[in-house]
């Protein structure tokens, strides 16, 4: 287990953290991802802290917070020590009734922190995200709840999931600007089949030293190697009952098609490669996997020692390249000469020190 900065920061976080999503469940949508309880939620836990992780990622809705307290009571069952993981959870998600009980105002945002720390027993959370973003509160004040959270030491760091590149530019810019604590980190989609997110997030976490936590990283399933073009509902994967996030069909397939032959030269899984792509790749921090079972956190696990090769890595993104969009095919276009320029600087760098 390699750890790995998270963004600029000093904290080091495992490159595979431990999701929390399927503890829990209890009825509707959580239910159909997962309903572990107490004793199978520690047994994951205890494995994956064997195995290196020292990441552990919940929020407040999920499983309506039963997700929290199951894991805030498998820390103190396995003796974990408190200065040995870093906990991260979110808020943002409905967990209260009327128009207050949800958003990013400070209104909200102060008590749903309040009532994480309690319901996972700690007295501080080490990554506090917003989990999505509210176009009611002004950014400003968002930013100003989560420095104040962070003063008084209920916060050690914060960070934001699902939001555009444009919002998290303006939000850094906010906190630059007025001395706040600034986002360390980005939870968002990110796979092999779904690289939307190189188009526009990538380059600006790269640029501005944002970590990148990756959740779904298996695409809901999809990329588990038991769906296929025939029979997508093979085993009894979440996708069977709850289908997201939304896949590109056509090009998931052709992705899976081109991660099978990889996984067969290396003896390991479709789901390792998947993730193993993941691992290869410089914007990632982090990436969550969420499973039900010991043996699926086994092979999840294993992914950080498949080693990909060039020939591996230009296989998958033949199959899985984004098409060409405004106006990333204009800096393609107008951008060539300079980047030439650039690349035989390096050379020269490289051909003087060698």
């Given at each position: 287990m390699r750890y790995n900065r998270l963004g600029t920061t000093g904290l080091f976080v495992s490159e595979l953290s431990l999701g929390t999503m399927t503890?829990?469940?209890?009825?509707?949508?959580?239910?159909?991802?997962?309903?572990?309880?107490?004793?199978?939620?520690?047994?994951?836990v205890r494995a994956a802290i064997?195995?290196?992780?020292?990441?552990?990622?919940?929020?407040?809705?999920?499983?309506?917070?039963?997700?929290?307290?199951?894991?805030?009571?498998?820390?103190?069952?396995?003796?974990?020590?408190?200065?040995?993981?870093?906990?991260?959870?979110?808020g943002f998600g409905e967990t209260g009734k009327g128009p207050n009980g949800?958003?990013?105002s400070r209104y909200h945002l102060i008590e749903a922190c309040k009532a994480s720390l309690t319901r996972l027993g700690v007295d501080h959370i080490d990554l506090y995200q917003i989990h999505g973003f509210d176009a009611a509160t002004p950014i400003e004040e968002t930013l100003r709840a989560l420095d104040t959270l962070v003063q008084h030491g209920h916060v050690r760091y914060i960070g934001v999931s699902n939001w555009a590149a444009w919002q998290i530019m303006k939000a850094l810019g906010i906190s630059e600007r007025l001395g706040l604590a600034s986002f360390a980190s980005l939870q968002a989609y990110y796979t092999v089949a779904g690289r939307d997110l190189e188009r526009e997030i990538v380059p600006m976490l790269l640029s501005e030293g944002v970590g990148l936590m990756v959740w779904s990283p298996l695409a809901g399933g999809f990329l588990s190697g038991k769906y296929s073009r025939d029979d997508e509902a093979?085993?009894?994967?979440?996708?069977?009952?709850?289908?997201?996030?939304?896949?590109?069909?056509?090009?998931g397939h052709a992705v899976i098609d081109a991660m099978r032959p990889i996984a067969?030269?290396?003896?390991?899984?479709?789901?390792?490669?998947?993730?193993?792509?993941?691992?290869?790749?410089?914007?990632?921090?982090?990436?969550?996997?969420?499973?039900?079972?010991?043996?699926?956190?086994?092979?999840?696990?294993?992914?950080t020692r498949?080693?990909?090769?060039?020939?591996?890595?230009?296989?998958?993104?033949?199959?899985?390249?984004?098409?060409?969009e405004y106006p990333?095919?204009?800096?393609?276009?107008?951008?060539?000469?300079?980047r030439e320029l650039m690349a035989a600087q390096k050379r020269q760098v490289g051909q003087c020190r060698s």
């Open positions: 503890f829990g469940g209890n009825g509707g949508m959580w239910e159909k991802i997962g309903s572990l309880q107490q004793a199978d939620a520690e047994a994951l064997e195995a290196g992780v020292n990441f552990i990622d919940t929020a407040d809705v999920y499983a309506g917070g039963v997700s929290e307290q199951i894991t805030g009571q498998a820390l103190k069952s396995l003796g974990i020590k408190r200065d040995e993981i870093v906990i991260a959870t979110k949800r958003g990013n093979k085993g009894d994967g979440r996708r069977a009952a709850f289908d997201f996030p939304p896949v590109d069909r056509p090009r067969e030269a290396h003896g390991v899984s479709v789901a390792q490669i998947a993730l193993a792509w993941l691992l290869h790749q410089p914007v990632v921090t982090s990436v969550i996997v969420g499973v039900k079972r010991p043996d699926q956190l086994a092979d999840n696990l294993a992914a498949v080693v990909l090769g060039k020939d591996d890595l230009a296989a998958l993104d033949a199959a899985s390249k984004l098409p060409g990333g095919w204009m800096f393609d276009t107008q951008g060539v000469y300079r």
